[in-house]
Structures are given as C-alpha cells and as structure tokens.
C-alpha cells in the first residue's frame, strides 16, 4: 500500500514569492490534514478537510494560505506572498474517519525556506 | 480549549537504561491519546494509542504508556532503549474519530553509547 505522497520535497523562495504543496493521501482515507512544523516544534494544524470538505480553518492564516481538495482524494496548500515566519516543514496527514481512534498517516513533509 | 504539554524539551539517556518522557494533557473528559515518533528528514509514525480499557498501552518496538485520568498524564515508557530510539517524541490529543488531532511540543530523545 503507498503511503502518503508530499511534493515537493524541499522549496527555497524569496519573500513575496508563491508557492504550492502537493498531496497524495493514502487511497480510501477521506480525511486529509495539513501542519505546519516550525523548526524544533510539535505540528501545528493549519487545516482539514473531510472529502472535499474543509472541517476546521480556523488556524490557518487566510489572506495568504489557501488550501483545497476539490475531489475528495488529492489536495494543495498554497501560499500567495511568502514571510520568513512561514520557514517550516508542511506536513499533510491522511486518516479514515470510520474508525474510533484512528492513525494518521504522515507524508514526509515540504521543508520550506523563505529568505 | 484541549491541550497537550511535554515539559522536557530534551532527554539523554545511556544505552541500555530505561526511558521515561512525561505527557500532560488538558481536556475535560477522556480524549484520545496518542504518541508519535519522528526520525530525522521524515514524517510522523504512530508508536501507539489509547482511548479506553487497560490504562497500560504497548506499543512498537517494546513502547508503551501509562494513562493516568487523575494526573491528566500519559507517559511513554521503556525497559532498556536502543541507540536507533534517538528521535523526537509527540504526545498528541483528539476528541475522537474524525475531530482534530492536537500535537505537544515534542521531546527530542538522544541515546548515548
């Protein structure tokens, strides 16, 4: 069974810069998340989504991130207009509601310098 | 508001020694606990979960942890660890299937020789 697919694996941009990250979640799980990991810190959660539903957005800083998963399976998270404060591992984590306690599954993270 | 807390930022301790990184939680009924592991340039594996029955859960690669309702604390144990446990350790919180799932700080573990 694949795991959960990131790309890419690393990004380097200038401040003001765009970028986007990629996720690939494992097949059947309909719950998809996204964290972003500061340096030396526990993931913090930006978004999730159920199908192609957003279930929580609350932390996610929305006049620059934006984030969709239009069919239900493969999603993106973008940022408009880079900061250094967004340096950071983005990790996207796939799990199936149906189950009581259930795992996520992480990808292995974008790692994100902004200069 | 639910919460997790990991006071020790880093452990060192000798090959072969036992192991104890400490997990606090804040949530007002049983939540779903959780500890994950990172290995470095990786993302996050589940070492084991808990939600009710034994308060003592095993896990992979002879972990396991101790819930304690009384102490909102559920600490991650084992007998006698290896030099490949070096890594950093999650402690993490959920409501249950299908809501969020809140991460601590971490504890970086180092295994020295």
Redesign the interface.
């Known amino acids: 069974e694949a795991g959960v697919t990131q790309s890419p694996r690393y990004a380097v941009l200038q401040e003001g810069q765009a970028v986007s990250f990629w996720c690939d979640p494992i097949s059947g799980h309909d719950t998809l998340y996204w964290y972003q990991q500061p340096r030396d810190q526990g993931p913090q959660l930006l978004v999730y989504f159920r199908d192609e539903a957003v279930i929580d957005n609350s932390q996610l800083p929305s006049d620059r991130f934006s984030a969709v998963r239009p069919k239900g399976t493969n999603s993106t998270l973008k940022i408009q207009s880079a900061k250094q404060g967004d340096t950071a591992t983005y990790l996207c984590a796939s799990s199936f509601a149906g189950v009581s306690a259930e795992t996520l599954y992480f990808g292995s993270g974008t790692r994100l310098t902004v200069l | 508001a639910q919460s997790v807390t ?1 006071p020790d ?1 880093r452990v060192t301790v000798s090959e072969g020694a036992s192991l104890q990184l400490r997990c606090k939680y804040s949530y007002s009924a049983t939540p ?1 606990l ?1 500890w ?1 592991v990172q290995y470095p ?6 070492l084991l ?3 009710s029955g034994d308060p003592v859960v095993q896990g992979v690669n002879s972990f396991e942890a101790e819930f304690s309702k009384s102490n909102s604390s559920f600490h991650l144990q084992k007998a006698s660890v290896h030099w490949s446990d070096s890594a950093v350790y ?1 402690c993490a919180l ?1 409501m ?3 809501y ?7 504890t ?1 573990l180092l295994v020295s020789p």
């Not at chain 2, 340039?41 to 589940?46: H, S, V, Y």
């Open positions: 990991q930022a779903y959780f994950y340039r990786q993302g996050l594996q589940l979960k808990y939600y999650f959920s249950g299937g299908g969020k799932v809140v991460f601590g700080s971490g970086r």
